[in-house]
């Protein structure tokens, strides 16, 4: 109950506003249907990695998921 009244949400709520925002976006680079974001998918570089981590695991046991993920922080990790 203590959670409820004095904890703080906040990553919680972050999470979910990048998932409204960049969730496709982030499916669509795990999946191969993009190459690249479109650049206002870059306004806040962490929603779109957040999503895609979540999308990766959620999707677990894809392995081309992960290994997309992992060439995606390759290239854009640097940015």
Known sequence: ???LLIGNRTPVFDLWTAEDKVGQVADDLLTAKIDKPPSWAFEDGRQLIS??????????DDPNR???LSELFLIYGGN
């Open 66 to 68: 992960w290994m997309r």
């Open 51 to 60: 999503a895609m981590q979540t999308n990766v695991h959620r999707n677990a």
């Open 1 to 3: 109950m203590a959670y």
